[in-house]
């Protein structure tokens, strides 16, 4: 079984400052990993994903997450924030390669970005 | 391209009713999922569909819950009879077969979630 531990639930931060989400997993298999977003009234949108390969993984929006293995984590961050980035964001694992495998998810962080 | 529907968008009910929640995925899409996030908590698992069969159903809280993909398109979700606890977001996903692409294959594309209120 998996489980995913996001460290903060409410992070505040102003507007051009650098942030980062923290994302902890564990599990006993090999797992592909995802952040997505939720802003309000919406549904989740997929930010990224580490599937293979290149441990940087880029986003839409200017978002970046680094899979560390030997820690079991997956953080999310942004150099400059802005306001239109105020929402809250879900750290999920799948155990991948199987068809349609089911997502998994932390708790989910609440990003504030204040002018 | 059309991406994941449901409705209704919001929902309240008083407990001892029915509520039923659809959901379209995106057209070629066989895989479905069903999530919920009851208030402060987690996005969980219920279901998962491949075309109209249920592939894993692990996640569903009892038998209070149904549900179906006939034709294995549009899904339901049924809550008979309806309990406090289950109030909470619901969440449908949809993702293509993996095998078709990797890349895409693993992704899960969420509706915007029906919102359910049991009084």
């Known amino acids: 079984a998996q489980s995913v531990t996001q460290l903060d639930s409410q992070v505040p931060v102003f507007e051009e400052a650098p942030v980062e989400l923290r994302c902890n997993y564990s599990s006993s298999v090999s797992v592909y990993l995802f952040w997505y977003v939720q802003y309000p009234n919406q549904g989740l949108q997929l930010l990224l994903k580490y599937l293979s390969g290149s441990t940087l993984v880029k986003g839409i929006n200017g978002f970046e997450a680094e899979f560390n293995k030997s820690q079991t984590s997956f953080h999310l961050r942004k150099p400059s924030v802005h306001i239109s980035d105020t929402a809250e964001y879900f750290c999920?694992?799948?155990?991948?390669?199987?068809?349609?495998?089911?997502?998994?998810f932390g708790e989910g962080t609440q990003l504030t970005v204040n002018p | 391209e059309a991406g994941v529907t449901q409705f209704p968008s919001h929902s309240v009910i008083e407990k001892g009713q029915t509520v039923t929640l659809r959901c379209d995925p995106i057209?070629?899409?066989?895989?479905l999922y069903w999530y919920r996030r009851v208030m402060g908590k987690e996005i969980k698992f219920l279901l998962h569909?491949?075309?109209?069969?249920?592939?894993?159903e692990s996640g569903m809280p009892n038998n209070r819950f149904l549900a179906e993909r006939t034709g294995g398109t549009y899904s339901t979700l049924k809550v008979q009879p309806a309990e406090l606890e289950d109030s909470g977001v619901y969440f449908c996903?949809?993702?293509?077969?993996?095998?078709?692409?990797?890349?895409?294959?693993?992704?899960?594309?969420f509706g915007p979630g029906t919102r359910l209120t049991v009084l």
């Open positions: 996903a949809s993702s293509q077969d993996p095998r078709w692409g990797l890349a895409g294959g693993s992704e899960q594309f």
């Open positions: 999920a694992v799948s155990k991948g390669e199987t068809s349609g495998s089911r997502l998994t």
């Open positions: 569909f491949v075309k109209e069969s249920k592939q894993d």
């Open positions: 057209s070629g899409h066989d895989n």
